[in-house]
């Protein structure tokens, strides 16, 4: 839903990502835990996963702008804001938006890290298009990227199967046309839900000792149940709610462009949506659950093979540790 006062709209003019080569699939997990391929695709969908053997999260988010500024004629000097989404950061201090302004030589840039787990880059989506639609900046870069194999334990049947490393890049410039671009979002966070996902060291709460390494607590612990529950009810309820907020259908809704973490989740979000399996965003069976980067590399993949169109509209949706979850609605503007 349009707000009355507003001048300009966010919108995305150019899209990049980055996967490293190394493929894990099923088959590996079958010989270093107890599972099999049947599981992990009837449970997940999930076929298989990539991990950086050659870097960091910076290096996969560099790679990923990289790829976009092959696509555009905006040169990295010209961006004036990198927001990096992520929960895997190179460390603590400094930024890695920083690591990569440095590493894209966008001299002219500011920029920050932000932490929302799975939503990261629909709440760094939002951040970015509001320093536009204020007016003080014209081209602000929305990265979402994950280096998830370095906590992850791979001797964890629950979790490692899941996920995978990757970057994926947006362009937020200004465009005078209110029905397009970032349209209308709702948010949310929810601490509540802080001990289902989450790691349990590594931060002020419970600082490195050799007590915390031996306890395996600087990996993902997530209660994939108690998640599954709230997740389903949390993307399917808000993905509804921006439908009816905006007037829309099933059938207005050209993709709904959800986070990849279950192949059943986002079965139930579409469901609830009214939206058919034709227009669901998938590339969980490829690449796995890569946190910040899920949702922009669907939305660069489905773009780059012509299945995107000026116009489209699209519901991006999303839930998280935190809990963090939410749901934005943009309509596509690029030819
Ligand atoms: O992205 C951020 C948000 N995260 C999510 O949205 C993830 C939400 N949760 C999920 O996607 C699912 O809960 C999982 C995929 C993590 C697990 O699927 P599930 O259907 O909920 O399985 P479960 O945890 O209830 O486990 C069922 C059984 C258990 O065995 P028992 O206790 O019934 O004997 C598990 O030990 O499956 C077992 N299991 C496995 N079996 C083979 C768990 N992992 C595996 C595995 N291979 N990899």
């Given at each position: 839903?349009?707000?009355?006062?507003?001048?300009?709209?966010?919108?995305?003019?150019?899209v990049g990502m980055y996967?490293?080569?190394?493929?894990?699939?099923?088959?590996?997990?079958?010989?270093?835990?107890?599972?099999?391929?049947?599981?992990?695709?009837?449970?997940?969908?999930?076929?298989?996963?990539?991990?950086?053997?050659?870097?960091?999260?910076?290096?996969?988010?560099?790679?990923a702008?990289?790829?976009?500024?092959?696509?555009?004629?905006?040169?990295?000097?010209?961006?004036?804001?990198?927001?990096?989404?992520?929960?895997?950061?190179?460390?603590?201090?400094?930024?890695?938006?920083?690591?990569?302004?440095?590493?894209?030589?966008?001299?002219?840039?500011?920029?920050?890290?932000?932490?929302?787990?799975?939503?990261?880059f629909?709440?760094?989506?939002?951040?970015?298009?509001?320093?536009?639609?204020?007016?003080?900046?014209?081209?602000?870069?929305?990265v979402g990227a994950?280096?998830?194999?370095?906590?992850?334990?791979?001797?964890?049947?629950?979790?490692?199967?899941?996920?995978?490393?990757a970057a994926s890049a947006v362009?937020?410039?200004?465009?005078?046309?209110?029905?397009?671009?970032?349209?209308?979002?709702?948010?949310?966070?929810?601490?509540?839900?802080?001990?289902?996902?989450?790691?349990?060291?590594?931060?002020?709460?419970?600082?490195?000792?050799?007590?915390?390494?031996?306890?395996?607590?600087?990996?993902?612990?997530?209660?994939?149940?108690?998640?599954?529950?709230?997740?389903?009810?949390?993307?399917?309820?808000?993905?509804?709610?921006?439908?009816?907020?905006?007037?829309?259908?099933?059938?207005?809704?050209?993709?709904?462009?959800?986070?990849?973490?279950?192949?059943?989740?986002?079965?139930?979000?579409?469901?609830?949506?009214?939206?058919?399996?034709?227009?669901?965003?998938?590339?969980?069976?490829?690449?796995?659950?890569?946190?910040?980067a899920?949702?922009p590399m669907?939305l660069t993949?489905?773009?780059?093979?012509?299945?995107?169109?000026?116009?489209?509209?699209?519901?991006?949706?999303?839930?998280?540790?935190?809990?963090?979850?939410?749901?934005?609605?943009?309509?596509?503007?690029?030819?």
């Open positions: 839903m349009q707000s009355k006062n507003k001048l300009r709209n966010a919108t995305i003019t150019a996967v490293p080569p190394k493929v894990l699939d099923n088959k590996y997990f079958e010989q270093i835990v107890d599972t099999n391929d049947e599981w992990i695709v009837t449970r997940t969908g999930i076929k298989e996963r990539r991990v950086i053997e050659d870097g960091a999260t910076s290096d996969l988010a560099a790679r702008c990289e790829d976009l500024f092959k696509t555009t004629s905006v040169k990295p000097e010209e961006i004036d804001c990198i927001i990096v989404a992520t929960v895997t950061p190179d460390m603590f201090f400094p930024a890695t938006a920083c690591l990569v302004q440095n590493k894209i030589g966008a001299k002219n840039a500011w920029g920050f890290d932000l932490s929302a787990a799975c939503s990261g629909l709440f760094a989506l939002k951040t970015g298009a509001s320093l536009i639609e204020g007016g003080t900046y014209k081209k602000v870069l929305v994950d280096k998830m194999s370095a906590i992850t334990d791979y001797t964890d049947r629950n979790t490692c199967i899941l996920f995978g490393d362009l937020l410039e200004p465009t005078e046309n209110l029905e397009e671009g970032i349209v209308d979002q709702i948010l949310h966070i929810d601490g509540s839900g802080k001990e289902a996902l989450y790691m349990k060291a590594g931060g002020s709460l419970n600082p490195a000792t050799h007590e915390t390494v031996d306890k395996k607590m600087h990996y993902i612990y997530q209660d994939g149940k108690a998640v599954f529950k709230v997740a389903v009810k949390g993307m399917a309820d808000v993905s509804y709610e921006i439908m009816q907020k905006n007037g829309l259908t099933g059938d207005d809704v050209a993709y709904l462009v959800p986070h990849q973490a279950n192949l059943r989740i986002i079965d139930a979000t579409a469901e609830r949506m009214g939206v058919s399996k034709d227009k669901v965003m998938i590339n969980i069976n490829k690449y796995g659950n890569t946190t910040a899920t949702i669907c993949e489905y773009y780059r093979a012509g299945k995107v169109k000026k116009g489209d509209n699209l519901i991006l949706a999303a839930f998280g540790a935190g809990w963090t979850w939410g749901s934005i609605y943009l309509k596509w503007s690029m030819e």
